[in-house]
């Protein structure tokens, strides 16, 4: 069993940056791929990007590439979303998800869901 918890959301202008986290509890941890994925208002939930159990992979949605980067720490069990070059459109709740494979951009197969944490990109 895991249990995850993202924060560092908030409010951001254009341009900016902000750095997100996912604090798992369990010693599992570092077995588990783990995914980030967001949800705008009315949208369904998408694939931002993926980091394999040791660091050593990541993978990322092609409109991220270049501006976020994901990273964990498995001796604080815990993996970070960093987002430069924030865009209005990367305005939604972001969600750290862990499972078993890697890469996986499907949200139906991972198995634990933390419960998100809000970005708001706006002038």
């Known amino acids: 069993q895991v249990q995850l918890v993202e924060s560092g959301g908030g409010l951001v202008q254009p341009g900016g940056s902000l750095r997100l986290s996912c604090a798992a509890s369990?010693?599992?941890?570092?077995?588990?791929?783990m995914g980030w994925f967001r949800q705008a208002s009315g949208k369904e939930r998408e694939f931002v990007g993926t980091i394999n159990w040791s660091g050593s992979g990541t993978y990322y949605a092609d409109f991220v590439k270049g501006r976020f980067t994901i990273s964990r720490d498995n001796a604080k069990n815990t993996v970070y979303l960093q987002m430069n070059s924030l865009k209005e459109e990367d305005t939604a709740v972001y969600y750290c998800?862990?499972?078993?494979?890697?890469?996986?951009?499907?949200?139906?197969?991972?198995?634990?869901w933390g419960q998100g944490t809000q970005v708001t990109v706006s002038s």
């Open positions: 369990g010693r599992t941890f570092s077995t588990y791929n």
């Open positions: 998800a862990a499972g078993k494979w890697y890469p996986n951009l499907r949200l139906d197969e991972y198995d634990y």
